[in-house]
């Protein structure tokens, strides 16, 4: 069958775009749209299991599957347009090399997931998994204007467009945002970009959880106006000590007075971190999911973070932390049980806290799911979308928990 | 039918909430479009969530089309209810809860957008989107239509602040969609209900992200000799990283529009085009911004700058703007005004090539919009007694929709698809992508009971083949959408 895949794909792509990976599985890299829908069509046709590959540093590539599909060859910035501030690009770009070349050009995507550099513009948009710039410049859906993506069945599909305000037709993009592939494979995006600011400035702060959560607190009701206010756990070896920190962006003089007025009267003592040691810190708090195999995050509103810190305290040991403490989220990475993942899945739904598992084993993936227990009339809504955009399903998507989906 | 079904209605709402009189109906017969009426078949009006239920239930038991309406102030007639049942939702108009301390408001649908401003105001928040109608349309209105406004370009749009809804689909089921607390329990399915223009269901309870008001607040107006240059200056705004909370043009037509008004607002006539700018923020970063944006302005060939940051002073800075609808519609019998966004970098020749439109069908255009966005508003004002006239400001329309298309702009940026725009989506979609958004309609309305006829020309609604399927894996342009 493997062989017979193989043989098949090579025919339809040509040789050098279909590989294996190390357990033998074909794999496709196609370089546009349009192969990417000739080899969905064909699996859908085939009843073929497709695995949808990025660049392979986020989600384990281990779903089982007759064959994989990455992204890799998608590998083209289309278009920055520095003017409108908005790109469009393909979706195996990795989110390093954009940021250089958006950078160049005097713009940003101020979106700044965990994971490494070359995580896929693909992944992120398939995963919606912002990082702390989400406090002030809100989550990925927000920036993603317009997608092109191809169904199970082989359909090239377009939603939304590059202009930054568009109602026309229903909202596919946002559809794809989120949905970890389970409505199509997303191959070209159009973004949202903003121009660099003139200045950027980060502040550190080091002390007891509690006070930092009170701290960020206190900033949130004086009405705290700032790129990102992230709580980082204390790292390897690190001591009891956890860290908040501040990134402030603008002009200078605003962020000057942001920064004398965010400090003041603060009862932790606050660093001003360097250019480098700022970069380091965020690169820190991007890579250290990376150190375990497990990572989910929790929509927390900021008077119910401390709590929910004590739960996973509690309940999964200790555990890789970042918490936006202002707009409300908890990322928390580590090595679960499925039992202890699903107790606290439990856990939160009780306080209206939805948990979204964003990596993981596939046995943990298909067990869970990488969203729990529907509310109220969302899972039949669910079954008809993706009925609709991956009939008979062709991806290997664990949406929901104890399904395997194909 | 009709008797019976007025009947069922009447024991769900009370008779009085029944309207089936020709002179009853009249009133709804059209929304903010002048182009296009329809009159319902009646009008039923439910005073309670539960009552909204029953009627949904009912029409979906007697397999009656329906259509959902907030106020009425919609303009793309998105709420025209041809030989159907048409929902009114303003007596729903709580404000169920309002948690400062979190952020969060939950609203029934028929709240009036500026309400929910004005209950927030007292714990420093508001509700940012700010449709120019805001003084009567509806949140339930504006997350059918993802309604936007002046200040959507610092803080987004509808969509951007609608966390949770509690809706009720076309065969009377329930969903909870979002969560207060921002993560969603699944996918997207507010970001996709959002928008979807009354097909996939009613909101029952939206519960939306408040956002605290800035301690300060300045509002620039700059006068520019040309479009041209006050588009250059709009650039170069955006360009220095700067994210005004609103940043308005008006061209010389809607200036002396305004200024012939009784809303006069003391903007000099002579004028290519006036701007303002609102910036907002901490008190020291406001400064910083204002002065930067002054030096911007006077670059790009601003003649005059001024400059308020009292509450008073700014709202005699944004008066015309703010009413400049209203002027123009006292030009004549009747206002169409349109909406389309093109990048921001192609506002002036789009702009120049809407004049020549205007001229070539000879109908009066004036374009009042939300330049940093590129939101587009050109403004038509003209007579539809008159059926001619009636057809070149159709014919003109579509041109301009063109040329925004042309430019890689949309159709519509804050008003919806509607009645007004559904023949202009293939502009910008193709079939397979029209055919795809039908099929996810179906998701939530099986029956096609919702909205019937909007958003997507029906004729792109088949059932796929899978020889449709194989001839779009040809490239998507393949896909035929004839037969």
Redo the contacts between chains.
């Keep these: 069958m493997t062989d017979a895949i193989y043989t098949r794909l090579r025919q339809a792509l040509g040789d050098s775009a279909v590989r294996r990976d190390g357990f033998g599985t074909p794999r496709a890299i196609p370089p546009s749209s349009e192969a990417v829908a000739e080899i969905c069509g064909l699996a859908h046709e085939q009843g073929w299991r497709v695995r949808v590959e990025g660049q392979g540093t986020w989600m384990p590539p281990d779903a089982p599957a007759d064959l994989a599909l990455s992204t890799e060859g998608l590998d083209r910035i289309s278009e920055i347009a520095p003017a409108d501030l908005v790109a469009t690009v393909e979706a195996g770009v990795g989110l390093g090399r954009l940021g250089i070349e958006l950078a160049r050009r005097g713009a940003w995507l101020p979106l700044d997931p965990p994971g490494l550099p070359r995580r896929s513009l693909g992944s992120l948009v398939a995963t919606g998994t912002a990082g702390p710039l989400r406090h002030g410049f809100g989550p990925v859906r927000d920036h993603i204007l317009g997608a092109t993506f191809v169904t199970g069945d082989g359909r090239v599909l377009t939603a939304g467009g590059k202009v930054v305000k568009n109602v026309a037709g229903y909202d596919l993009t946002r559809l794809q945002v989120g949905a970890f592939g389970a409505f199509g494979v997303v191959t070209r995006v159009h973004i949202r970009l903003r121009a660099l600011s003139a200045a950027r400035v980060m502040l550190m702060a080091i002390g007891p959880r509690d006070a930092l959560t009170r701290q960020a607190r206190s900033l949130m009701d004086g009405g705290l106006s700032a790129a990102a206010l992230e709580l980082r756990s204390p790292g390897p070896g690190g001591g009891p000590d956890w860290s908040l920190g501040l990134e402030l962006a603008g002009t200078e003089a605003g962020v000057e007075a942001e920064a004398a007025r965010s400090t003041s009267q603060s009862e932790v003592a606050w660093t001003r971190l360097d250019p480098d040691r700022a970069a380091r810190f965020r690169s820190e708090v991007a890579l250290a999911p990376l150190t375990a195999p497990t990572t989910f995050r929790i929509g927390v509103l900021p008077d119910g973070l401390d709590e929910m810190l004590d739960v996973l305290e509690g309940r999964l040991g200790p555990g890789v932390i970042s918490a936006g403490p202002g707009r409300g989220l908890v990322r928390w990475s580590g090595e679960p049980t499925f039992e202890a993942l699903r107790d606290l899945r439990g856990i939160a739904a009780e306080r209206e806290m939805p948990l979204t598992l964003e990596r993981g084993p596939w046995d943990l993936r298909q067990a869970i799911g990488h969203f729990g227990a529907y509310r109220e009339g969302v899972g039949p809504l669910v079954s008809r979308l993706r009925e609709t955009f991956d009939p008979d399903p062709t991806f290997a998507v664990a949406l929901g928990p104890g399904k395997t989906e194909p | 039918m009709s008797d019976r079904l007025r009947d069922q209605l009447a024991a769900v709402v009370g008779s009085r909430w029944v309207r089936l009189r020709p002179a009853e109906l009249l009133t709804y017969e059209t929304d903010g479009l002048p182009t296009h009426s329809a009159r319902p078949r009646l009008v039923v009006l439910p005073g309670s969530r539960d009552e909204v239920i029953s009627v949904v239930r009912l029409l979906h038991r007697e397999k009656v089309t329906w259509v959902a309406r907030g106020a009425g102030t919609g303009l793309s007639g998105g709420a025209l209810a041809q030989d159907s049942v048409l929902i009114v939702l303003t007596r729903l108009h709580r404000i169920l809860s309002l948690d400062p301390?979190?952020r969060?408001a939950t609203v029934e649908p028929g709240v009036i957008n500026v309400r929910l401003s004005d209950a927030a105001q007292p714990f420093?928040l508001h509700y940012p989107p700010d449709p120019s109608s805001q003084t009567a349309c509806t949140i339930g209105g504006n997350v059918a239509?993802?309604a936007?406004g002046p200040h959507?370009l610092k803080y987004?749009?509808t969509?951007?602040h609608v966390v949770a809804l509690e809706?009720v689909?076309p065969d009377g089921?329930?969903?909870?969609?979002g969560?207060?607390?921002?993560?969603?329990?699944?996918?997207?399915?507010v970001?996709?209900f959002?928008?979807?223009e009354g097909m996939f269901g009613i909101a029952l309870a939206i519960t939306v992200r408040l956002e605290?008001i800035?301690?300060g607040i300045r509002t620039l107006l700059a006068d520019f000799a040309t479009i041209r240059s006050a588009s250059e200056a709009v650039?170069a705004i955006?360009?220095?990283?700067?994210?005004p909370a609103a940043l308005e043009m008006m061209d010389q037509a809607c200036i002396r529009a305004v200024e012939a008004s009784i809303y006069a607002a003391g903007y000099p006539v002579d004028a290519g085009a006036i701007l303002l700018v609102e910036l907002d923020?901490?008190?020291?970063?406001?400064?910083?911004?204002s002065a930067?944006v002054e030096s911007l302005l006077g670059r790009a060939g601003a003649r005059t700058i001024r400059s308020a940051s009292d509450p008073a002073e700014r709202a005699r800075l944004w008066q015309g703007r703010k009413k400049a609808f209203g002027a123009a519609g006292r030009i004549a019998p009747d206002l169409l005004v349109q909406d389309a966004?093109?990048?921001?970098?192609a506002l002036p020749d789009v702009l120049d090539r809407i004049g020549e439109i205007g001229r070539a069908h000879a109908i009066t255009i004036s374009n009042v919009f939300?330049a940093g966005?590129?939101?587009l508003h050109p403004n038509i004002s003209f007579d539809s007694r008159d059926a001619e006239l009636s057809e070149r400001v159709r014919k003109a329309s579509g041109e301009i929709m063109e040329v925004c298309v042309r430019a890689?702009?949309?159709?519509?940026?804050?008003?919806?698809?509607g009645s007004d725009?559904r023949d202009y989506?293939p502009l910008?979609?193709?079939a397979?992508?029209?055919n795809?958004?039908c099929?996810?309609?179906?998701?939530?309305d099986p029956d096609q009971l919702a909205n019937p006829g909007k958003?997507?020309p029906i004729r792109f609604c088949r059932e796929w083949s899978g020889a449709s399927?194989?001839r779009?894996?040809?490239?998507?342009a393949a896909a035929s959408d004839s037969s």
Excluded: Y
């Excluded at chain 2, 966004?341 to 970098?345: F, H, I, T, Y």
């Excluded at chain 2, 099929?439 to 939530?444: E, I, S, T």
């Excluded at chain 2, 779009?472 to 998507?476: D, K, V, Y």
């Design positions: 301390a979190r969060r420093d239509e993802n936007g959507c987004g749009v969509t951007n809706v689909l089921s329930l969903a909870t969609l969560s207060p607390h921002g993560e969603p329990w699944g996918p997207d399915l970001g996709l959002v928008g979807s605290p800035p301690p650039s955006i360009a220095a990283g700067i994210v923020g901490q008190v020291a970063e406001v400064a910083a911004e930067a966004v093109v990048p921001r970098s939300h966005d590129g939101n890689g702009g949309s159709i519509t940026g804050e008003h919806g698809v725009k989506m910008i979609f193709d397979e992508t029209l795809a958004m099929r996810v309609r179906r998701a939530f958003v997507v399927r194989r779009s894996i040809a490239g998507p």
